[in-house]
């Protein structure tokens, strides 16, 4: 039954990679991080991530592939219904960024923008190019309205999980939604 | 009329150091800086950089002394019956942030604080313990939502002006203020 040449186990130990990459990017950022740490992390030589993934910067693209696609995250909260979507949209970045595996990949990217120039032109771009124009106009809001939200949901996230400062830092999720959506609500402006 | 030991255009030079200092912390982080990129971009011997501040560590402190107490401005802007203050503060994080030599301690801070857990406890240290306990209940706003204020302006200027992402990082300052203000204020909820 085996369909491919990988050995048994490939596919966990690429994954125990990635985790990994993930942790390392995060704590580091992008110039911190090395193939050698990462190795170290997963528990394997620094032979194999360079036999799965090639260069450091190969593993920083593949670990930054984060399991969802953020911007589809997005749009289904936007226009479900069911619910508040500036609610959601607080609850859902809450609820990924205060776990640490969840946070993870987007400290990573986030803490790796901040000093690699490669790693800014990720979030960036996918700041311009697709939350901008194309999430924005498909839930209605102002891609400028929408760049604010994310600075709201960034800086929260920042402050809350990054810097950890208090009293943000160990405030009850839902006092932070009360507080906080009806600010990203106003935002958001009058959706079309 | 010399009182000190000091020789003509030390005082210059310092500043020079401390400016240069400021833009290498927040181009590279706090880890990424060096005593050795600071004289290089200040046109001084490394050694002149040791005699005047010393380590590393204590050039970084040096730089971060921001020319004026955040706090007190702050506080003035909050407490000036003449403006909205939603409004002033969004206007003058702003205008710091606009300028590359306004934010660039700011920047360097915020960056560091991303990859090194010494300036993330300067950055924590400001938010928990200046702006929550001490600056939060002069100015009549909740700890919490002080904390959330400032996730609001952080988020803001790290989306404009470090990952530079459109259409905010273009868009006119009094735009941003129109659409940004009014949620700000939203979150300072009925001031004491």
Not at 60 to 85: C, K, N, Q, S, T
Not at 86 to 115: C, I, K, N, Q, Y
Not at 156 to 171: D, G, K, N, Q
Request: proline share 6%.
């Amino acid at each position: 039954m085996a369909r491919t040449g990988r050995r048994p186990g490939a596919t966990r130990t690429r994954e125990e990679i990635l985790r990994a990459a993930r942790l390392d990017f995060a704590e580091k950022g992008y110039d911190g991080a090395s193939v050698r740490g990462i190795a170290r992390r997963a528990g394997v030589d620094p032979a194999l991530v360079h036999h799965y993934f090639g260069t450091k910067d190969q593993v920083f693209v593949a670990a930054m592939e984060i399991p969802y696609d953020p911007g589809e995250l997005l749009e289904r909260i936007m226009l479900d219904p069911e619910h508040d979507p500036a609610e959601a949209v607080v609850r859902t970045f809450l609820r990924v960024w205060d776990d640490e595996h969840g946070r993870a990949p987007f400290v990573a990217l986030l803490r790796s923008a901040m000093t690699s120039e490669r790693a800014a032109d990720v979030l960036r771009g996918f700041m311009t190019d697709v939350l901008a124009r194309q999430i924005a106009p498909k839930i209605g809001v102002e891609p400028l309205r929408a760049g604010l939200i994310a600075s709201q949901l960034f800086g929260m996230v920042l402050v809350r999980s990054v810097i950890r400062a208090e009293p943000l830092a160990s405030a009850d999720p839902e006092q932070v939604v009360a507080h906080y959506a009806p600010a990203v609500r106003l935002v958001m402006g009058e959706r079309r």
